[in-house]
């Protein structure tokens, strides 16, 4: 059993930049971001691949937003920039319990986090 526990969000300022964390416990392989804004589905934001050799970034965030890693910790982060009203969201961390490589499927996630709240004010 895999637990993730998202930190990091809060109430930003459009154009502010913000780092969210995502520590986790247990083994995970391919780990990403997603988000869900009120009345949207969730949609994926990045991911990264268990030795942080490779990523892949959504394309409304691209550009934006950077995923890493820290193996040695068992953390990931994704540092925000540019923030705009539109981020406005729960972000959640996820991991699958398996190599499947850099998906952006939420059904190939199999462990989540309980979310992050970030609020970005025009």
């Known amino acids: 059993q895999v637990q993730l526990v998202e930190s990091g969000g809060g109430l930003v300022q459009a154009g502010d930049s913000l780092r969210l964390s995502c520590a986790a416990s247990?083994?995970?392989?391919?780990m990403a971001w997603f988000r869900q804004a009120p009345g949207k589905e969730r949609e994926f934001v990045a991911a990264?691949?268990?030795?942080?050799?490779?990523?892949k970034i959504g394309d409304s965030v691209k550009g934006r937003f950077t995923v890493s890693k820290n193996n040695a910790m068992n953390t990931m982060s994704l540092h925000m920039t540019g923030l705009k009203s539109e981020d406005t969201a729960i972000y959640y961390c996820a991991t699958t319990r398996t190599w499947t490589g850099l998906t952006s499927d939420p059904n190939e996630y199999d462990y989540w986090g309980q979310g992050t709240q970030v609020t970005v004010s025009s």
């Open positions: 990264i691949t268990r030795a942080a050799t490779n990523t």
């Open positions: 247990g083994r995970t392989f391919t």
